[in-house]
């Protein structure tokens, strides 16, 4: 074992993160306390800092695309994505937003709210060919809609899709309910955890809440930063 290191030096963490330069690249980003709980009060949000905040901003301004279950659309109140100052130059040659990927197959989905009505760019809509038709009529009337399975929502045709419309670098954000789906595929090719300092107990989900993986891939530290007792941990998959 070895310690971290005590340099104060600033990591630059547009390129700490930056995706690899070709190719497919599905990221997660979660945070989670100490005894594994994903949630506080029910929400991600109460787990983290200002330093997870401004990472959080950062991977949304990296990805082509943001991938997030309608459930946590609706726990955490999320609107559309905005752009920051901070961003700089990242998105140079993209939209000025990645577009927000919502994934549902009820399409239980306020589609009068800002999510869809204040978004810079369209937002984009994951179901399955077996969705209520008059929802699914009222989702393509409010955003862009890819169909990706009959009865149950297939996310390697899904990314595929996105991948075809130049959106090749994914960032999920959750909840654990769609990023449990996708480890169980196979999919994910890198993990952002935020380790955060707290003991929550009870019976808050896991960042996985899914189907057992069948086959679990070696992972590897890509790296390890900290700050105020948080750790921000980078895992990618060993082999692909």
């Not at 989670?32 to 983290?48: F, K, T, W």
Request: charged content about 25%; hydrophobic content about 45%.
């Amino acid at each position: 074992m070895r310690p971290l290191t005590s340099s104060p030096d600033q990591v630059d963490l547009a390129e700490a993160y930056a995706y690899p330069p070709e190719g497919m690249w599905l990221r997660a980003n979660m945070v989670a306390g100490l005894d594994g709980a994903a949630q506080r009060d029910e929400r991600s949000g109460g787990l983290g800092n200002e330093a997870d905040k401004r990472l959080f901003l950062l991977l949304r301004g990296l990805a082509d695309a943001v991938i997030v279950g309608a459930g946590t659309v609706r726990a955490e109140g999320y609107g559309p994505v905005r752009p920051i100052p901070e961003w700089g130059d990242v998105r140079d040659g993209r939209t000025p937003v990645p577009p927000l990927v919502i994934v549902s197959h009820s399409l239980g989905l306020d589609f009068d709210g800002p999510v869809f009505t204040e978004a810079r760019v369209p937002t984009i809509v994951l179901t399955s060919a077996d969705a209520d038709p008059d929802r699914l009529r009222a989702a393509r009337e409010h955003a862009e809609v890819i169909i990706a399975g009959e009865r149950a929502l297939d996310f390697g045709v899904a990314f595929r899709a996105l991948a075809a419309r130049g959106h090749r670098r994914l960032l999920v954000e959750g909840g654990p309910s769609v990023l449990g789906q996708v480890a169980a595929a196979g999919l994910l090719d890198e993990l952002c955890l935020t380790l955060s300092p707290m003991l929550l107990g009870g019976d808050a989900l896991r960042i996985l809440d899914g189907p057992t993986v069948p086959e679990p891939a070696a992972w590897k530290l890509a790296h390890t930063l900290t700050d105020e007792d948080f750790l921000f941990l980078r895992y990618t998959r060993a082999t692909r």
